[in-house]
């Protein structure tokens, strides 16, 4: 890396995921990314990438297979930048019902469950969700100052693919929420090192972009003196 450029992203490959049109995003952004499963790379990373497309308990087994969970689970330790990103947001909760009860990664507490198949009103919901929805911001929550959505506006609008969502124990990881079929559902989590979003957003447009540069500028906490 150049003095004073930007840092390198490492994109975590387990055999899923958009990883090269990811890559293509950081490239657009004049950020190096470099796609790789090998382990020592991940442990000593300076910026990481989980991202993924598919089953929750999937996503474990090729994690496993391919010895990245230590790893991956050494560099959030040290405060290692993390995005999550689809399923690899979901892989940051402690558990999934997606097929059956399927441990995940427990970096941050809380289940991944099925998105609701009826409105409020009794209404039918199609399941996958596929599609554009606005970010909004939970209950409690005034704006987005000091999150990683600190340069975003309420309404916003990213590209989801899910049938899954995360619901964390705490609300207090919750940084945005999006609506589907009536109902609202976490999209945005924030804790300490980690960011995870539901949405994609290498395919999100100029808000996607925009995302992806607040991560590669986010401050590593060490630096800011928290531990």
Not at 18 to 31: D, E, K, P, T, Y
Not at 85 to 111: A, K, N, V
Not at 141 to 159: F, K
């Amino acid at each position: 890396m150049e003095p004073g450029g930007p840092e390198r992203v490492t994109i975590i490959d387990y055999g899923l995921g958009n990883l090269f049109s990811l890559q293509r995003a950081l490239a657009h952004l004049g950020v190096p990314g470099e796609v790789t499963e090998d382990p020592g790379k991940i442990r000593d990373a300076v910026r990481l990438i989980l991202p993924g497309v598919g089953a929750f308990g999937d996503g474990m087994q090729q994690l496993r297979a391919r010895g990245l969970v230590a790893p991956l689970l050494e560099a959030a330790s040290r405060a290692c930048p993390l995005l999550g990103i689809c399923l690899g947001m979901q892989l940051l909760f402690t558990e999934s019902e997606e097929f059956g009860r399927h441990e995940g990664l427990d970096l941050i507490r809380g289940r991944v469950r099925r998105l609701h198949p009826q409105r409020p009103d009794g209404r039918r919901v199609k399941v996958p969700h596929v599609g554009w929805s606005a970010l909004r911001l939970p209950p409690g929550r005034s704006d987005w100052s000091g999150a990683s959505l600190r340069r975003h506006q309420p309404g916003e609008a990213m590209y989801f693919v899910h049938s899954y969502v995360p619901c964390p124990e705490s609300e207090s990881v919750v940084t945005a929420v999006m609506e589907y079929g009536g109902r609202a559902y976490c999209a945005v989590v924030e804790s300490g090192s980690l960011l995870g979003v539901q949405f994609h957003p290498e395919k999100s447009g100029e808000p996607g972009l925009r995302l992806l540069k607040q991560f590669v500028e986010r401050p590593h906490l060490e630096r800011i003196g928290i531990q």
